[in-house]
């Protein structure tokens, strides 16, 4: 802090600390007008203030007021209000309104820019960014698309919304610096060009002409995220070192805005085509019986996880030597839970579509997919899984040809409401180079079900304990509650009491949280088949 010297006494190293820390300009002037203290953020504000000098314009200029007066000086907006103190001193106090508009700035950009995740609305909130803080006009260019083709964004200060269109490449590259911003350089030509070489269409309609231009790249992760253009009308004040830095900022934060959108978008897309393979299928209609199913993955998991389902049909033209097959469902259960669990699932899903090409026996299918998953260089690649071959027979009965390996065995609903235990058993699969199966066909008289499930329901930790497992009794009470149910009601109720029951211990307990949950169900009967969502 500058003091005068010979002034009554030093200052206090406290009083010292506050001013010198203050944000505001502080100077104070005796009876005589001569500077005694100045703190650093007056004398950056005002580089000629020097205790023991007189008080440099613009302080002599501005008298005691209550409300200050707003002045330029040295390229910046400054308020200046004095205020008498005593012993016939004054005091200034200085504001600087550039740095309060840079701090605006700043928290503006900050939370417009990361309030999307789209690319183009990023484009739109810089490019009003750009117009409202630094320039009558700005306008936002994205990378050309692979047909050279760029889309633009345009905001006019002080009209409402801004404009977009689509223009080609080769009329991009007659801005001045425009195709080195675009190609990301930040050196060279980037920066303030000549308003006089601007094309007519960069300037919106009824704008003028432009006084001053200015073209910066925006950076974005790798690749450049595009470029921005900032136009000031003719006589404007040109953009000056505090403005470019602002714009050269702007340019950074949109350019890494408009990247993380963009990836987030690839991304995304990603994800949908790799889930939309791994979520169960709609299940189809077949002749004679109906069908319904419902998964749910584990809380941590969210949309997909290591339980599924599918539905084989017979192929129109089997290949030679192969016997045409009815219909096969499936029900499995993968180790682990979530992406990983998933992606295993739906290569098992795969691997069994391939092999019904070449085989139609139950048993000998598991045992080339037990040879694959023991082959596969992914660790603890273990699988539980049921297939179900299904047969109309007469009178509207269903037969049921089952193969069990390593999963809970099926269970049957008969039309008086008993409950049955499907005895069919069998090794887990991917564990074991020799696998034993022992299966069993079941026939369904119409209205009667057969129903697959995985052990994320009996397994279930909940209750009002939290920790008392749901268990087979319980699925086969519950099972039997549904005789006379549409499947599809069968199989909602029971995947209803799964999820109270794990409510009541709000998913955890001695089970470490929610696992993946799948019920499909087979009805002898005709009608439309009903479908899970």
């Given at each position: 802090?500058?003091?005068?010297?010979?002034?009554?006494g030093?200052?206090?190293?406290?009083?010292?600390?506050?001013?010198?820390?203050?944000?505001?300009?502080?100077?104070?002037?005796?009876?005589?007008?001569v500077?005694?203290?100045?703190?650093?953020a007056?004398?950056?504000?005002?580089?000629?203030?020097?205790?023991?000098?007189?008080?440099?314009?613009?302080?002599?200029?501005v008298?005691?007021?209550?409300?200050?007066?707003?002045?330029?000086?040295g390229?910046?907006?400054?308020?200046?209000?004095?205020?008498?103190?005593?012993?016939g001193m004054?005091?200034?106090?200085?504001?600087?309104?550039?740095?309060?508009?840079?701090?605006?700035?700043?928290l503006?950009a900050?939370?417009?820019?990361?309030?999307?995740?789209?690319p183009?609305?990023?484009?739109?909130?810089?490019?009003?960014?750009?117009?409202d803080?630094?320039?009558?006009?700005?306008?936002?260019?994205l990378?050309?698309?692979?047909?050279?083709?760029?889309?633009?964004?345009?905001a006019?200060?002080?009209?409402?919304?801004?404009?977009?269109?689509?223009l080609?490449a080769?009329?991009?590259?007659?801005?001045?610096?425009?195709?080195?911003?675009?190609?990301?350089?930040?050196?060279?030509?980037?920066?303030?060009?000549?308003?006089?070489?601007?094309?007519?269409?960069?300037?919106?309609?009824?704008?003028?002409?432009?006084?001053?231009?200015?073209?910066?790249?925006?950076?974005g992760?790798?690749v450049?995220?595009g470029?921005?253009?900032l136009?000031?009308r003719?006589?404007?004040?040109?953009?000056?070192?505090?403005?470019?830095?602002?714009?050269?900022?702007?340019?950074?934060r949109?350019g890494?805005?408009i990247s993380?959108?963009?990836?987030?978008?690839?991304?995304?897309?990603?994800?949908d085509?790799?889930?939309?393979?791994?979520?169960?299928?709609?299940?189809?209609?077949?002749?004679?019986?109906?069908?319904?199913?419902?998964?749910?993955?584990s809380?941590?998991a969210?949309?997909?996880?290591?339980?599924?389902?599918?539905?084989?049909?017979?192929?129109?033209?089997?290949?030679?030597?192969?016997?045409?097959?009815?219909?096969?469902v499936?029900?499995?259960?993968v180790?682990?839970?979530?992406a990983?669990?998933?992606?295993?699932?739906?290569?098992?899903?795969?691997?069994?579509?391939?092999?019904?090409?070449?085989?139609?026996r139950?048993?000998r299918?598991?045992?080339?997919?037990?040879?694959?998953l023991?082959?596969?260089?992914?660790?603890?690649?273990?699988?539980?899984?049921?297939?179900?071959?299904?047969?109309?027979?007469?009178?509207?009965?269903?037969?049921?040809?089952?193969?069990v390996?390593?999963?809970?065995?099926?269970l049957?609903?008969?039309?008086?409401?008993?409950?049955?235990?499907?005895?069919?058993?069998?090794?887990?699969?991917?564990?074991?180079?020799?696998?034993?199966?022992?299966?069993?066909?079941l026939?369904?008289?119409?209205?009667?079900?057969?129903?697959?499930?995985?052990?994320?329901i009996?397994?279930a930790?909940?209750g009002?304990?939290?920790?008392?497992?749901?268990?087979?009794?319980?699925?086969?009470?519950?099972?039997?509650?549904?005789?006379?149910?549409?499947?599809?009601?069968?199989?909602?109720?029971?995947?209803?009491?799964s999820?109270?029951w794990?409510?009541?211990?709000?998913?955890?307990?001695?089970?470490?949280g929610?696992?993946d949950?799948?019920?499909?169900?087979?009805?002898?009967?005709?009608g439309?088949t009903?479908?899970?969502w």
């Amino acid at each position: 802090m500058r003091g005068a010297a010979g002034s009554a006494g030093p200052v206090p190293d406290l009083m010292a600390a506050l001013l010198e820390g203050s944000g505001e300009g502080i100077v104070l002037c005796d009876a005589d007008g001569v500077v005694t203290l100045a703190n650093a953020a007056a004398a950056r504000m005002v580089p000629r203030v020097e205790p023991g000098l007189p008080a440099p314009a613009p302080l002599d200029s501005v008298p005691p007021a209550p409300e200050g007066r707003i002045v330029l000086h040295g390229g910046r907006a400054i308020r200046i209000r004095a205020q008498a103190v005593s012993g016939g001193m004054l005091a200034w106090y200085l504001t600087d309104l550039s740095a309060a508009r840079r701090t605006e700035f700043l928290l503006e950009a900050g939370r417009r820019l990361s309030a999307s995740l789209n690319p183009h609305r990023c484009a739109r909130a810089a490019a009003e960014l750009g117009a409202d803080f630094l320039a009558d006009m700005a306008i936002v260019l994205l990378p050309p698309t692979y047909r050279r083709r760029i889309e633009w964004v345009r905001a006019v200060s002080g009209r409402f919304g801004p404009e977009e269109g689509v223009l080609p490449a080769a009329e991009a590259a007659e801005v001045p610096g425009l195709s080195d911003a675009l190609a990301g350089l930040r050196h060279g030509v980037a920066g303030r060009q000549d308003p006089g070489g601007a094309p007519g269409w960069l300037l919106p309609e009824g704008f003028g002409p432009a006084g001053h231009l200015l073209v910066l790249p925006m950076p974005g992760n790798g690749v450049p995220a595009g470029a921005i253009v900032l136009a000031r009308r003719a006589g404007r004040p040109p953009f000056d070192d505090d403005d470019q830095v602002m714009a050269r900022d702007l340019a950074a934060r949109a350019g890494a805005a408009i990247s993380a959108a963009s990836l987030f978008r690839e991304q995304s897309a990603i994800n949908d085509i790799l889930t939309g393979d791994l979520l169960p299928p709609e299940l189809p209609e077949i002749e004679g019986m109906r069908l319904a199913g419902r998964l749910r993955a584990s809380q941590q998991a969210g949309a997909i996880g290591g339980d599924f389902y599918d539905v084989y049909l017979p192929d129109a033209a089997p290949a030679d030597g192969i016997v045409e097959r009815p219909p096969l469902v499936i029900l499995g259960d993968v180790c682990g839970k979530g992406a990983g669990a998933a992606v295993l699932a739906g290569q098992v899903r795969h691997s069994l579509r391939t092999l019904l090409l070449l085989e139609c026996r139950l048993d000998r299918l598991l045992e080339l997919l037990n040879r694959s998953l023991i082959a596969s260089p992914s660790p603890n690649s273990y699988v539980t899984m049921i297939l179900a071959a299904l047969r109309t027979a007469p009178d509207d009965h269903v037969l049921v040809d089952l193969v069990v390996a390593g999963h809970p065995p099926p269970l049957v609903l008969r039309k008086d409401g008993t409950v049955e235990e499907v005895a069919a058993r069998g090794s887990l699969l991917g564990a074991l180079k020799e696998i034993s199966l022992w299966p069993a066909t079941l026939d369904l008289a119409p209205g009667e079900v057969c129903l697959l499930y995985s052990d994320g329901i009996t397994e279930a930790f909940g209750g009002a304990s939290g920790r008392e497992m749901y268990g087979d009794a319980r699925l086969k009470e519950a099972l039997a509650t549904c005789a006379g149910m549409p499947v599809e009601a069968l199989v909602e109720r029971l995947e209803q009491l799964s999820t109270e029951w794990l409510g009541g211990g709000l998913g955890g307990g001695a089970g470490g949280g929610a696992d993946d949950r799948a019920l499909l169900a087979v009805r002898a009967g005709a009608g439309r088949t009903e479908t899970s969502w």
